[in-house]
């Protein structure tokens, strides 16, 4: 091997859900929103000038930041703005796991903390679930360099209470916890009036799944200006313009209407109930989810056969080829009529 070669830097890529392009699919595998995003989103972008793209977009981000900081009543320096939440995570990850110490979070989560860890060279250190696949709070009583988890947690859907987080808190002052609340809209409890409390606190949403705009790319933290100028000051010495002119005009219509992601999130949350039911007279069992999903699993048949049967129908579900989650599938909520042809669909497979 050529010493250019045996230079190249090798990492293991977390891999995305699939983006397949059926016209009759029914896609129920990225936690996408079935809905469509806010209807002034669609304005701004109808009126939007292909001229002005000459010109870089605004670094600091400035409109969208006061439009989340004005929603969530908090000082325009307390948000940071990128390109998901996943951009967000990333640049958390490296401004704040700085220590020799191991960060924490869950076995079974999003999996790409393991991945950042890798990529940046951070130690880190995973807590089992319970076997009903629960969040233990004690086992992140112990010296660690950061601790980050979602709320509700990913692929299970289990919310945990702010009475446990806060537990964590006052058990770590001296570590950065990072709550990743990319589905607390539909029914979780955000960390946000905790912040004025715990200086070791930051807290991370996206507008991907809640406000229907995954295909925009925009995440933001919330966090004391002190944590949320470090996040700056090691953005700006990476990219600067991260945020394009597009996102920060239609992000900030959609920050804008606060009823349209009422109404829609509960619209969802109104299917995810009934799914639920459904679900459970056909034998499926499930952690009680307070996402736009469900992670299901069924004593009577082999999880990756029902998703490959799942496929052949272009009814796409996720399966996690992982050791303690192998009989699961997880489910997207989609809109009533998405969930009726899944249910026509696994009535007729159990059936067989
Ligand atoms: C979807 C998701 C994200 C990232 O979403 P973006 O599209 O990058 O904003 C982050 N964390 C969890 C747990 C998610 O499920």
């Not at 958390?92 to 191991?102: A, E, G, V």
């Not at 960060?103 to 130690?123: E, K, N, Q």
């Not at 799944?209 to 966090?223: Q, T, V």
Request: aromatic residues 12%; negative net charge; proline residues 7%.
């Amino acid at each position: 091997m050529k010493r250019f070669q045996q230079n190249i830097r090798k990492v293991v890529p977390y891999v995305p859900g699939d983006q397949p392009d059926f016209p009759d699919m029914i896609k129920l595998n990225t936690n996408e929103n079935p809905y469509p995003p806010a209807p002034e989103v669609q304005e701004v972008l109808a009126k939007s000038n292909a001229e002005q793209m000459r010109l870089y977009p605004d670094p600091t981000a400035h409109q969208l930041n006061a439009a989340i900081a004005e929603a969530y009543g908090v000082e325009e320096a307390q948000v940071f703005t990128g390109v998901g939440s996943d951009d967000v995570l990333a640049m958390i990850f490296q401004t704040f796991f700085n220590s020799d110490l191991p960060i924490l979070f869950p076995d079974i989560t999003y999996a790409f903390y393991p991945v950042w860890c890798d990529l940046f060279r951070i130690p880190y250190e995973v807590q089992p679930l319970n076997e009903k696949l629960e969040i233990v709070p004690e086992d992140y009583y112990k010296p660690n360099g950061g601790i980050v988890f979602p709320n509700p947690n990913a692929p299970t859907g289990i919310a945990l209470p702010s009475a446990a987080i806060e537990e964590i808190l006052q058990h770590n002052p001296e570590s950065l916890v990072v709550v990743d609340e990319a589905y607390v809209d539909f029914g979780g409890e955000t960390v946000l009036p905790l912040l004025k409390k715990y200086e070791n606190l930051i807290m991370v949403q996206t507008f991907s799944k809640s406000r229907a705009m995954a295909g925009e790319r925009i995440g933001f933290a919330i966090g004391s200006v002190e944590l949320i100028k470090a996040l700056h000051d090691v953005k700006y010495s990476f990219n600067s313009y991260t945020m394009n002119r597009s996102a920060l005009d239609a992000g900030t219509a959609a920050v804008q209407n606060a009823a349209y992601l009422q109404e829609t999130t509960a619209r969802i949350v109104k299917t995810r109930e009934h799914t639920k039911q459904v679900l459970a007279e056909m034998g499926f069992r499930f952690p009680d989810s307070k996402s736009n999903f469900l992670f299901v699993t069924h004593p009577d048949c082999d999880a990756h056969e029902l998703f490959e049967a799942l496929r052949e129908a272009h009814i796409f579900v996720r399966w996690f080829d992982s050791p303690r989650i192998r009989n699961y599938l997880r489910i997207t909520i989609g809109t009533d009529a998405q969930m009726e042809s899944l249910f026509a669909f696994l009535r007729a497979y159990l059936k067989k």
